[in-house]
């Protein structure tokens, strides 16, 4: 085995980063080289993407990274810019948090049997009928997904990333194409929907080094860097959103799994990522914002000497998508009495987003019928151990914190496998992810009567 650098741009609703990660001979080390924020920009009544400044951000970053054998890039998913025939972009990308969509799913007939998507408000095709009748789409050449957009500036190429493109409800679950009857059934535009590319593929080239497609989408990168060993875990890709499944060979499509609205996204080496978007730590991440930033260690200390399961929400209501306020709707769907401070508040969020999580980590074992025996907790909230211990307390398994790089973990290590630096399957990059980076175990602690009850409260 030789070593290699490989950069990572991974994309976060609140930050991006450049990674380094440095591979060969058993070992896989990260560096962080550059951090920008991505702040979104209310302009004219919308919510949008600042895709330029997260431009400047990767080139920066690309900058600092040095030579390097590849560049793969991944973002949130769902979210796109249209070009025009010259190449230029039509628009700012529109925030998947804006409003524009509201009210256009339940308009919108049963889409699951095509695409095995769970119906949230801004996927793609959503917003897509949201924007069906302005000039920017009537002009619009080509529709590229946030990754493939800032691919498109590296390299002059346009595609589709597979995983990314599963999450625009666009794609038939069965075929992994695009559903040109769904399609044309809802009036779209076939054309601007560029060919389907998967993870692996030399995209192009950004001054002589390759940029390689790897799982787009932040969470199906995410998947890749669980480590894991076996099929009998559940994950949780936790950060501004806690994504939570299980991976599988094939979709559920049951009447049962899309009333539970579970999806089934397309992830890396064609395996379905089957699972079900929590409110993760948005609601925590908004209450610290607009608490002008205190410090978050102090916060959780207090917050774990509060009273357990005092206060108990759906935190997958609506209600709490959009940004602002978000301390007053959590006030009012708690009822939490006037008296109530910041760590009652936080030890809220926590609770229910612990219960939200041993909610979807049940249902997703009944509805696929694979049972579990751990959680594999990844991503930023694997640093909140209170967050952990809750967790594992609420799904009454061991979970397995770690690491908190996944993403950035997965885009390497898909690149690294594409330059013949390592070998081998999803397995094989896990056992690297295993060996080489931390994890924390937390037990369950019980007492499932407590959790049973607050469930019932938090209407689940
Ligand atoms: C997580 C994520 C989720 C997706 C949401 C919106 O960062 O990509 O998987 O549902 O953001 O794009």
Redesign the pocket.
């Known amino acids: 085995m030789t070593t290699a650098a490989f950069a990572a741009v991974d994309l976060?609703?609140s930050s991006g980063r450049v990674v380094v990660g440095r591979l060969g001979d058993g070992k896989l080390e990260l560096e962080v080289v550059h951090r920008f924020p991505n702040e979104p920009v209310r302009v004219g009544g919308t919510l949008h993407w600042d895709i330029l400044s997260l431009y400047r951000g990767m080139i920066e970053g690309l900058r600092k990274a040095g030579p390097v054998t590849s560049i793969g890039i991944d973002?949130?998913?769902?979210?796109y810019g249209l070009i025009d025939a010259s190449g230029a972009l039509l628009g700012n990308p529109v925030h998947?948090r804006d409003a524009r969509t509201d009210g256009i799913a339940g308009r919108i007939g049963d889409l699951y049997p095509v695409n095995g998507l769970q119906t949230?408000p801004?996927n793609t095709v959503y917003q897509l009928v949201a924007a069906r009748p302005t000039p920017q789409y009537q002009a619009a050449r080509s529709l590229l997904l946030v990754p493939d957009l800032l691919a498109y500036w590296l390299t002059g190429q346009i595609g589709a990333e597979y995983t990314n493109a599963s999450?625009t409800g666009l794609l038939d679950v069965r075929t992994r194409e695009w559903s040109s009857s769904l399609i044309s059934q809802l009036d779209l535009r076939a054309d601007l929907l560029p060919p389907v590319r998967h993870p692996g593929e030399v995209i192009g080239y950004h001054e002589g080094t390759p940029v390689v497609a790897v799982g787009s989408?932040?969470?199906a990168s995410?998947i890749v860097g669980v480590p894991a060993e076996g099929t009998d875990f559940a994950y949780i890709?936790c950060?501004?959103?806690s994504?939570v499944g299980l991976e599988l060979d094939e979709p559920v499509l049951s009447d049962a799994s899309r009333a539970a609205n579970f999806?089934n996204?397309g992830g890396v080496d064609s395996t379905i990522r089957y699972?079900r978007?929590v409110m993760?730590l948005w609601p925590l991440q908004e209450c610290l914002r607009e608490w002008g930033s205190p410090s978050l260690p102090e916060l959780l200390r207090e917050a774990a000497d509060e009273p357990a399961l005092a206060y108990v929400v759906d935190l997958d209501d609506p209600v709490f998508m959009p940004p602002g306020d978000m301390e007053g709707r959590l006030r009012t769907m708690a009822g939490l009495p006037a008296g109530a401070g910041r760590a009652t508040i936080t030890r809220c969020i926590l609770d229910s987003l612990a219960l939200a999580q041993r909610r979807a980590v049940r249902q997703a074992q009944e509805l696929s019928g694979r049972d579990v025996s751990k959680v594999h907790l990844v991503g930023g909230g694997a640093l909140n151990e209170l967050l952990c211990q809750l967790t594992a307390d609420a799904c009454g398994l061991p979970v397995l914190a770690g690491p908190v790089e996944a993403?950035a973990l997965g885009n390497l290590l898909v690149q690294a496998r594409a330059a013949g630096v390592v070998e081998g399957g999803l397995d094989a990059m896990r056992a690297l992810v295993r060996e080489t980076q931390r994890i924390v175990r937390y037990e369950p602690r019980g007492d499932e009567a407590a959790w049973q009850a607050a469930a019932a409260r938090a209407g689940r």
Do not use: I, P, Q, R
């Not at 973002?75 to 979210?79: G, H, R, T, Y």
């Open positions: 976060g609703a973002s949130w998913a769902v979210d998947y949230l801004f999450t989408h932040d969470t995410a890709s950060g501004t959103w994504l999806t996204e699972l978007n993760g993403t």
